[in-house]
């Protein structure tokens, strides 16, 4: 899979349009997740997701390494996802409440439960994990999102974020602690 | 030996990426503290819970649509080929260089307008102690004469030039300088 995509990130750096949209086809259910999980809302996360692979285009001579592509593809739509979110708490506009549209989506759990009590603790839980995450500083929500949704390495995540490994794991372990600290009904052992 | 809560290493810990010396002196502290056993029961629960977090999926048509969207915007703004961003392309000084030059002439522009003004002011205070031209009379004749001297100047344009003092002023000291 890795060496399908580095070939056709060399095919794409040499000009090939079927490659780019082979390329798009393959990422663009994980860049919207990506950005949906950081941005919490359909509309933005659709901005995201077109941008990044606008962008990608634009900059795939910058790439040295193909096989690094997912990283860069991370990189781009995190960072733009970040400078969005920078961009919303700056302006202060009240957003209506995507949950609450008709016809919107929201985040889940995967997990299918069949227990309607704790179905109804899931939802409790996802709402309360939401708001704590809404709470969180951009980049600390985003590395946050990498590592412990996204499952990526901490090495993956500090290329990603270009900032050092130390970093990655100051971020996480204050996220962390705000969200234990936000959830304490639900994680009583 | 020094009783030390362990909470700070329970997220390496969970990841695995303690060292085997790290990861000991957790398990040790854990087996015998409540409050770090209980931390990372917490912990460990969170963690659970966020790997489960799944997006929304919201359907085929929307991820057909997208490829159009962007397909159209990358055709459109760049007639079909891949804009390539060569490394050569990039700006000659880097953006933190680029801020100190700008300060850099920022300050010069500034000492050598103070200079300029607080020469001339002295001219014009002369001027005022002659008593023989008027303030705004001298400020044309001093605009003239150095627009003159920079004309005139062997070195060339570009080199600064302060006013001379016009040729009608005849210097006195002011009265109530003279005891």
Known sequence: MTDDIAGLVSLFQAGDRQAFTKLVKAFRRKVYALAFKILLNHSDADEVTQETFVRIYGRIGQLKSPEHFDSFVYRIATNYAIDLLRKRRGRMVAMPNEAELPGTVQLALSEKVADPEKLLENKQLLAAITEAAEELPPRQRATLILHDIEGLSKEEVARIMNCPEATVRSNLHIARSKLKKKLAKFLSP | ?179
């Open chain 2, 1 to 179: 030996m020094q009783y030390r809560h362990t909470m700070h290493l329970h997220g390496d810990y969970l990841d695995g990426d303690l060292t085997p010396e790290s990861l000991r002196l957790v398990e040790e502290h854990v087996a015998s503290c409540e409050k770090c056993r209980d931390d990372l029961l917490r912990l460990k629960k969170l963690t659970a819970t966020l790997r489960h977090i799944e997006s929304p999926d919201p359907g085929e048509h929307y991820f057909d649509d997208l490829l159009e969207g962007i397909s159209a915007r990358t055709s459109s703004e760049n007639q079909g080929a891949p804009i390539v961003e060569p490394d050569t392309l990039r700006p000659i000084f880097s953006r933190q260089v680029l801020k100190t030059l700008i300060r850099l002439a920022a300050a010069v522009t500034l000492l050598f307008t103070a200079f300029y003004v607080s020469d001339f002011n002295e001219e014009r205070q002369a001027s005022r102690w002659a008593g023989n031209v008027s303030p705004d009379r001298y400020a044309a004749s001093a605009t003239a004469d150095s627009a003159g001297y920079l004309l005139q100047s062997p070195v060339g344009v570009g080199v600064v030039g302060f006013p001379f003092p016009p040729e009608d002023i005849e210097y006195s000291l002011p009265p109530d300088a003279v005891k």
